[in-house]
């Protein structure tokens, strides 16, 4: 329904009336970080040199932990906050000075945010009503979305007669009916438990089938943004660390940040040594050596890397334990039904390993004595001065 630009975006929030330092940073000095958010002396830097361009109807996941600035990002796009510096566009008209009402977005927040005293209905047909729609389209349109969304036997009942997922199908409900060109959710199935989730995200995907929308969603649950997004954006400290399918960023971390925050189990990290031998490159750890894949040396090779201590990243489902390779002691044997997750101590490092249970060939102790291997196509090599991965 509509393309969504976001150019060099700034959000600042200026400090309160008493807040400011009564002493001023002196001109050398460098700025001042509290928690995960900039202090400058305009006040709390909350997103900076945020760039996104959005295709029709693609689904773009904001994510990253808490305090980030993601759903402060998703409230300037739905117009609730300010934006301090940068450009807005949607469907190529420039929207910072526009009216939430008037840029035709809908939004699907965290409580549901339902009108207790309203039927379903009610609820569904409010804004509707308030734009002066037509009754019988009015309901058309709320017992079309209650029939994508599984709630027409709900459309009587209050919100307090509802479980937690149906309110949640309720506020999506109240959004798709007003066709809008951009569908806004901000942490929607946060306050449901783990198999409320599932179920949800599978109504979503089948939802973003049905209906004709830009959607951007935010979310702290890595698991969230891999299954839905077609993007995802990984946010930190109010920057973008990368944009790319969930495939991308899982294969291709940028950096640290994002190849600790992708994934789980999260990516095991070792001290390692990068040697280049020629046009040949290979990874060194704890007297285990491994030439990288033909396609990770063309890369480092186009950007003249050369032999260097490293950050070496190795995902838990593509170490492999074996009778050479890292030695690493058992810490705690996890059984997780179709593998066992080993918590081993390696090289100074906790690590953890994934085993199938069909490649099992015994029982794993605290105490035992293993070895661990990884291939040279599953190994992520970062630059211990920048923490950016050095194929990139």
């Known amino acids: 329904m509509a393309t969504v630009q976001l150019k060099n975006i700034k959000k600042v929030y200026p400090f309160i009336s008493g807040e400011q330092k009564k002493k001023k940073k002196k001109a050398d000095e460098p700025e001042k970080k509290k928690v995960n958010l900039q202090i400058t002396d305009e006040g709390v830097v909350a997103?900076?040199?945020?760039?996104?361009?959005?295709?029709?109807?693609?689904?773009?996941?904001?994510?990253?932990?808490?305090?980030?600035?993601?759903?402060?990002t998703l409230r300037m796009v739905a117009g609730l906050e300010e934006i301090t510096d940068g450009e807005l566009y949607i469907d190529g008209k420039l929207m910072n000075d526009v009216a939430p009402k008037d840029r035709d977005i809908a939004m699907v927040f965290q409580n549901y945010a339902l009108y207790p005293h309203m039927t379903v209905y009610e609820n569904m047909a409010f804004s509707l009503k308030l734009r002066h729609t037509p009754k019988d389209e009015i309901d058309k349109k709320v017992r079309e979305a209650a029939e994508i969304l599984d709630i027409t036997q709900y459309l009587e009942r209050k919100p307090k007669a509802l479980s937690g997922g149906q309110r949640q199908r309720v506020a999506i409900g109240r959004a798709i009916v007003r066709d809008?060109?951009?569908?806004?959710?901000?942490?929607?199935?946060?306050?449901?438990?783990?198999k409320l989730r599932n179920e949800m995200r599978a109504?979503?995907?089948?939802?973003?089938?049905?209906i004709n929308t830009t959607f951007i969603y935010v979310t702290h649950d890595q698991t969230e943004a891999m299954t839905l997004g077609d993007r995802i954006v990984i946010m930190r400290d109010g920057y973008?660390?990368?944009?790319?399918?969930?495939?991308?960023?899982?294969?291709?971390?940028?950096?640290?940040?994002?190849?600790?925050?992708?994934?789980?189990?999260?990516?095991?990290?070792?001290?390692?040594?990068l040697i280049r031998e020629g046009d040949k490159f290979f990874v060194e750890l704890g007297g285990y050596r491994v030439e990288l894949a033909p396609e990770k040396e063309e890369r480092l090779l186009k950007n003249n890397v050369q032999?260097?201590?490293?950050?070496?990243?190795?995902?838990?489902?593509?170490?492999?334990?074996?009778?050479?390779?890292?030695?690493?002691?058992?810490?705690?044997?996890?059984?997780?039904?179709?593998?066992?997750?080993?918590?081993?101590?390696?090289?100074?490092?906790?690590?953890?390993?994934?085993?199938?249970?069909?490649?099992?060939?015994?029982?794993?102790?605290?105490?035992?004595?293993?070895h661990f291997t990884f291939g040279g196509n599953v190994a992520h090599v970062f630059s211990k001065e920048t923490d950016k991965n050095l194929e990139f």
């Open 180 to 194: 809008p060109k951009v569908m806004l959710m901000d942490e929607p199935l946060s306050n449901l438990d783990a």
């Open 203 to 210: 109504e979503i995907i089948k939802l973003r089938e049905r």
């Open 240 to 273: 973008i660390q990368q944009i790319g399918t969930p495939q991308d960023v899982f294969n291709h971390p940028a950096n640290l940040f994002v190849a600790g925050f992708i994934g789980m189990p999260v990516m095991n990290f070792f001290d390692a040594k």
């Open 307 to 370: 032999s260097q201590d490293i950050t070496l990243g190795v995902r838990p489902e593509h170490t492999e334990i074996g009778d050479s390779g890292v030695e690493a002691k058992v810490d705690v044997s996890e059984m997780m039904g179709s593998s066992v997750h080993l918590h081993v101590s390696a090289e100074g490092r906790d690590v953890i390993i994934i085993v199938p249970t069909i490649e099992m060939k015994g029982h794993y102790a605290m105490g035992d004595t293993v």
């Open 47 to 72: 997103v900076q040199a945020f760039n996104l361009d959005i295709a029709d109807k693609e689904f773009i996941v904001l994510v990253g932990p808490s305090g980030c600035g993601k759903s402060t």
